[in-house]
């Protein structure tokens, strides 16, 4: 591809997305209209999606992010209905959507409509991300949908694998596929295992920020990499060693930290913008092979391959929901009560996305009928983003789900900071009690004021607000603190001006305001 497209297609995408911001559509869901719409306007160059870039080299990192974000001790919790979801769903998905197009589909043979199957099977990491964050879903079907996402890719490539197999006469019989998917799953697992501790090593020894942020947009590249190199699942590498470094994460030095935090959002924004749009761009292409079929019919099985991963993840999700805790009594003691509403959001949550394209788009031209695969695939995909996506939102409200309790949240949080201000305290004190320690008294003073203030800047925010503008008293600090480093940063750039300081200076005066306010900022988000 030329760079002038690339270019077009990275800023348009991030155009859209910034849009998204301002309304309340889901940024995933105005990315594809936009691509739908921009693949017929004139001048508008192919955008065929390519399955040996998007699967190496734009699901690592989207993997990553997501999983870095991810608690590892939430996951770790709900690990069961992830595991029911990730693994027990997408062959589940494979085997009822395979069949039922092979009984739809006049043509298809089994194991052709097996691959179909598998391709559409497991939900999208991104759109359930996205769309999750953007909702504000209760904490646990939050945290179980970003586990199956985060899993079910390596379930479906290796279901797809053994169709495949199947489907182009290759001999691929149940004991083989077991067997090819543990080789996967615990291969990748495995490799992942191997990789999280030396990384992470290697992650506290580098000092240097800007080496350390070039190791941390290696690493997914890396994962990935090392386990496809010997046949394992990639994705699970992947994840492994990020869920491994996001639990850690404190252990690395602040600065590279900061640093990170701000190179990944950037990398996940652009990433996430620039898959959707594709998603929509697909379109002109996906036509271009159904010349051969006649067009009510193939809108026809589209509608039913729709209609049988909708229906197929509900027949699924509420007997896996339900049946272990009747069955146990050891999961209705660890597992949190539940009633049909998280079941029915659960179900119509499976939004699917780029990675079913690119499995299709990776299925070898002999395979019969695979522009048909092709085209159903790529409208399961907007069916579920366009028809789930927009309706989730009036269902969510409709059930009235518990919304998160964010005053228990700032009450606990606020109790986690007066224990760590305490400590902090006795440290400090110890501390200055040794002579190479000795400081004035203004200056010591003035470290227990900061900790004073971190101790009181939760607690503010339960307490009352100004009637005039609605802020807590911690608002109005901060915003009061951020104006008074704006009137800072304005001197600094006039003494610049005046030639009073270089530019030198002036960039170390202003990285140290910088710094200040991000700090605020943070404290805010």
């Known amino acids: 591809m030329e760079v002038l497209p690339l270019v077009a297609l990275v800023a348009g995408s991030a155009a859209v997305a910034g849009l998204a911001r301002r309304t309340p559509v889901p940024a995933p869901l105005l990315l594809v209209a936009a691509g739908l719409l921009a693949g017929?306007?004139?001048?508008?160059?192919?955008?065929?999606?390519?399955?040996?870039i998007v699967l190496p080299l734009l699901l690592p990192p989207l993997l990553h992010t997501a999983a870095v974000d991810s608690s590892y001790l939430d996951l770790r919790a709900n690990i069961r209905p992830i595991a029911m979801l990730s693994v027990g769903y997408v062959l589940f998905a494979t085997l009822a959507v395979g069949y039922a197009a092979y009984?739809?589909?006049?043509?298809?043979s089994l194991p052709v409509a097996l691959v179909l199957g598998a391709v559409v099977a497991p939900p999208d990491a991104v759109a359930a991300t996205a769309i999750a964050r953007k909702l504000g879903l209760p904490n646990r079907i939050t945290t179980i949908l970003q586990?199956?996402?985060l899993v079910n890719d390596a379930t479906a490539i290796t279901a797809y694998k053994v169709a495949l197999a199947a489907a182009i006469g290759v001999s691929a019989g149940w004991a083989d596929g077991i067997v090819e998917f543990l080789l996967a799953s615990v291969g990748g697992v495995g490799v992942g295992l191997l990789l999280m501790v030396p990384i992470h090593h290697l992650r506290k020894r580098l000092k240097e920020p800007l080496l350390q942020n070039t190791l941390s947009l290696l690493i997914p590249f890396v994962a990935y990499a090392a386990a496809e190199r010997v046949h394992a699942s990639g994705v699970l590498a992947v994840v492994v060693v990020a869920l491994y470094l996001g639990h850690r994460n404190w252990q690395v030095d602040f600065a590279t930290r900061l640093q990170e935090e701000a190179v990944w959002r950037v990398v996940a924004f652009v990433l996430e913008s620039v898959v959707f749009a594709l998603i929509g761009l697909q379109l002109p292409v996906v036509l271009e092979g159904l010349a051969e079929y006649e067009g009510g019919s193939v809108a026809w099985y589209a509608v039913l391959v729709f209609l049988a991963v909708v229906v197929s993840r509900f027949v699924w999700?509420?007997?896996?929901?339900?049946?272990?805790?009747?069955?146990?009594?050891?999961?209705?003691?660890?597992e949190p009560d539940t009633d049909w509403k998280s079941p029915v959001v659960v179900g119509w949550a499976g939004m699917r996305g780029v990675v079913s394209l690119a499995i299709a788009f990776s299925v070898p031209p002999d395979v019969p009928n695979r522009n048909l695969i092709l085209f159903l695939t790529f409208t399961t995909v907007i069916g579920t983003l366009v028809v789930q996506g927009l309706t989730l939102p009036p269902l969510i409200k409709v059930l009235r789900l518990p919304p998160r309790n964010l005053q228990a949240e700032t009450l606990a949080e606020a109790q986690a900071?007066?224990?760590?201000?305490?400590?902090?305290?006795?440290?400090?004190?110890?501390?200055?009690?040794?002579?190479?320690?000795?400081?004035p008294p203004p200056l010591a003073d003035r470290l227990r004021t900061v900790l004073e203030r971190r101790r009181n800047a939760v607690w503010e925010r339960l307490g009352e607000v100004n009637p005039v503008t609605g802020e807590s008293a911690d608002e109005i600090y901060r915003r009061l603190a951020r104006e008074m480093i704006e009137s800072e940063r304005e001197v600094f750039v006039s003494l610049r001006d005046r030639r009073r300081i270089d530019d030198e200076m002036l960039r170390g005066l202003l990285r140290r305001l910088d710094l200040e306010e991000a700090a605020a900022y943070r404290e805010e988000t």
């Open 40 to 52: 017929y306007l004139p001048g508008v160059p192919p955008y065929t999606l390519d399955p040996h």
């Open 103 to 108: 009984l739809m589909v006049p043509g298809l």
């Open 147 to 149: 586990g199956e996402s």
């Open 317 to 334: 999700v509420f007997p896996a929901t339900f049946l272990p805790r009747w069955m146990s009594d050891r999961i209705r003691t660890r």
């Open 417 to 439: 900071q007066s224990e760590a201000s305490r400590a902090a305290d006795e440290r400090l004190t110890e501390l200055l009690e040794s002579p190479e320690n000795q400081l």
